[in-house]
């Protein structure tokens, strides 16, 4: 007569153990996808700070250049005009204007440089992990 076994003693400790295995193994992953995540995370938080930080000292240096351009100019304007304070209304007159215009453009042009450059900060370097993953696998 044939030996039967009972289903439940089919199954020995290896089988167990490769579900511990298994667990683990999902486990350790999700942890470290979360971890690669937050790398990631932080590295373009960082970059994108630099560009801000960046972009502010320039712009800081550029405003300061402007700034004594445009004292230089209202005096040159004040000597031609042999008034000072025609020579600066001339000078805040055409800041006036040039504001008008880039509150006119505003929406059409600048808001998609700064949007398109904070978006490639964000993205770049993707195409290098994609690459890298793939080949990895």
Do not use: C
Request: proline share 1%; glycine share 8%.
């Amino acid at each position: 007569m044939p030996v039967t076994a009972h289903p439940t003693q089919l199954y020995n400790m290896s089988d167990s153990s490769f579900f511990k295995d298994t667990k683990n193994a999902v486990q350790q992953y999700v942890a470290d996808r979360m971890l690669l995540f937050k790398m990631q995370t932080a590295e373009k938080g960082a970059k994108l700070v630099t560009v801000l930080v960046s972009g502010l000292i320039i712009g800081l240096f550029g405003f300061f250049i402007l700034f004594f351009i445009s004292i230089m100019v209202g005096y040159y304007f004040g000597e031609l005009l042999g008034s000072l304070y025609l020579g600066f209304a001339i000078v805040a007159a055409s800041y006036a204007l040039l504001l008008l215009v880039l509150l006119r453009i505003k929406s059409k042009y600048l808001d998609a440089i700064i949007t398109n450059k904070i978006i490639e900060v964000f993205f770049s370097g993707d195409d290098e992990n994609e690459q890298n993953e793939g080949n990895q696998q």
